[in-house]
T-cell receptor, first 112, second 112 residues
Framework: DGGITQSPKYLFRKEGQNVTLSCEQN?????MYWYRQDPGQGLRLIYY???????QKGDIAEGYSVSREKKESFPLTVTSAQKNPTAFYLC???????????FGPGTRLLVL | RKEVEQDPGPFNVPEGATVAFNCTYS??????FFWYRQDCRKEPKLLMS???SGNEDGRFTAQLNRASQYISLLIRDSKLSDSATYLC?????????????FGTGTKLQVIP
């Protein structure tokens, strides 16, 4: 089965803790993206990567970090610098920039 | 002015009705356009791409008006299962990097 997987489905973070959200795709897509969605809001781009070993900040990158060491994987770390991390985090991939994006099922992050 | 704007709704329509949504964008150099559907607490799923010549998929028709800088989605013969939030997406290339913007979504509720 081809697709995008995200884990975990729910994640709890303590104050001052860094957490990493996983995103894996087996679609052989070059581009991958991370979005944040707050209740009743649209998607806001955190980071994206057009190719392995390259990534760019989106509109709300502060307090987040990413890596793209493998084509299949684009993990997102929510650092302690992100003061309001509670949100629904969505990962997506596309065969190339500007093309259709396909989304994973998302991770809900809650702060304890 | 926001880069991408949608009427948040909700649009409450009876089963069988025809409903249309618009999405306006501010960057005249925008290159690719999509409509996504998002159900409550789920990931967005591609509904259709939007082409310059307009395109149709069953009960759904998407159109692009570059002169007035908007895209539209028309749903004919609405079904209860069409109830969801509809997101528009606008992409353009800036300095070799992709700029992707999601609208905040239009909520549709189809009533029996």
């Amino acid at each position: 089965d081809g697709g995008i997987t995200q884990s975990p489905k729910y994640l709890f973070r303590k104050e001052g803790q860094n957490v990493t959200l996983s995103c894996e795709q087996n679609l052989n897509h070059d581009a991958m993206y991370w979005y944040r969605q707050d209740p009743g809001q649209g998607l806001r781009l955190i980071y994206y990567s057009q190719i392995v070993n390259d990534f760019q900040k989106g509109d709300i990158a502060e307090g987040y970090s990413v890596s793209r060491e493998k084509k299949e994987s684009f993990p997102l770390t929510v650092t302690s610098a992100q003061k309001n991390p509670t949100a629904f985090y969505l990962c997506a991939s596309s065969i190339a920039p500007l093309e259709t994006q396909y989304f994973g099922p998302g991770t809900r992050l809650l702060v304890l | 002015r926001k880069e991408v704007e949608q009427d948040p709704g909700p649009f409450n329509v009876p089963e069988g009705a025809t409903v249309a949504f618009n999405c306006t964008y501010s960057n005249s150099a925008s290159q690719s356009f999509f409509w996504y559907r998002q159900d409550c607490r789920k990931e967005p799923k591609l509904l259709m791409s939007v082409y310059s010549s307009g395109n149709e998929d069953g009960r759904f028709t998407a159109q692009l008006n570059r002169a007035s800088q908007y895209i539209s989605l028309l749903i004919r013969d609405s079904k209860l299962s069409d109830s969801a939030t509809y997101l528009c997406v606008v992409n353009y290339n800036s300095g070799g990097y992709q700029k992707v913007t999601f609208g905040t979504g239009t909520k549709l509720q189809v009533i029996p």
